[in-house]
T-cell receptor, first 112, second 111 residues
Framework: NAGVTQTPKFQVLKTGQSMTLQCAQD?????MSWYRQDPGMGLRLIHY???????DQGEVPNGYNVSRSTTEDFPLRLLSAAPSQTSVYFC???????????FGPGTRLTVT | KQEVTQIPAALSVPEGENLVLNCSFT??????LQWFRQDPGKGLTSLLL?????REQTSGRLNASLDKSSGRSTLYIAASQPGDSATYLC??????????FGGGTRLMVKP
């Protein structure tokens, strides 16, 4: 039981490049979300999903796309990376509603 | 919009002290409040979850309380140890899924 896994752990991109951050969970949780963590700004919600085929925007969605084709996976796509997207990205999962949420180990992204 | 504040931002104590970390929030219509621990360069580890109908939760040396009407939660750590050194984050769940985080308290426990 791996819990929540994220790949890659580290990534360096040049401005304008695209990439996908992967998040997978084996806990059969319906709810999955992406946060970014920046110094002085704390953790902020980017996008979330309440189940396969359903996604919605969080607090800071611009520049990011998501899709949810399976319960297990929730990838985050950067279509054209910008230096402002340099951050640590965390994926979280939970049963939804008032249940506990669990976080992955994070992906540290640098955009030059 | 929910705002979550944690005080103090940093705390340094000698080993063995009991300590209290504070979290306040502006919108009392919450589902629950969750306390996390984050070690440098690592992910978030869930410590305690308090439902909106509960007053407190305990796990080992940790005790979290919730006063929803006043918009406050505290995390009490008994008999602190150097291994407790980390950043502690509180997060409020308003909409059933979305968490709003405080800025964290960076704790250093000196041997």
């Amino acid at each position: 039981n791996a819990g929540v896994t994220q790949t890659p752990k580290f990534q360096v991109l040049k401005t304008g490049q695209s990439m996908t951050l992967q998040c997978a969970q084996d806990m059969n949780h319906e709810y999955m979300s992406w946060y970014r963590q920046d110094p002085g700004m704390g953790l902020r919600l980017i996008h979330y999903s309440v189940g396969a085929g359903i996604t919605d925007q969080g607090e800071v969605p611009n520049g990011y796309n998501v899709s949810r084709s399976t319960t297990e996976d929730f990838p985050l796509r950067l279509l054209s990376a910008a230096p402002s997207q340099t951050s640590v990205y965390f994926c979280a999962t939970g049963r939804g509603g008032a249940y506990e949420q669990y976080f992955g180990p994070g992906t540290r992204l640098t955009v030059t | 919009k929910q705002e979550v504040t944690q005080i103090p931002a940093a705390l340094s104590v000698p080993e063995g002290e009991n300590l209290v970390l504070n979290c306040s929030f502006t919108d009392s219509a919450i589902y629950n409040l969750q306390w996390f621990r984050q070690d440098p360069g690592k992910g978030l580890t869930s410590l305690l979850l308090i439902q909106s109908s509960q007053r407190e939760q305990t796990s080992g040396r940790l005790n979290a309380s919730l006063d929803k009407s006043s918009g406050r939660s505290t995390l009490y750590i008994a008999a602190s140890q150097p291994g407790d050194s980390a950043t502690y984050l509180c997060a409020v769940n308003n909409a059933g899924n979305m968490l709003t985080f405080g800025g964290g308290t960076r704790l250093m426990v000196k041997p």
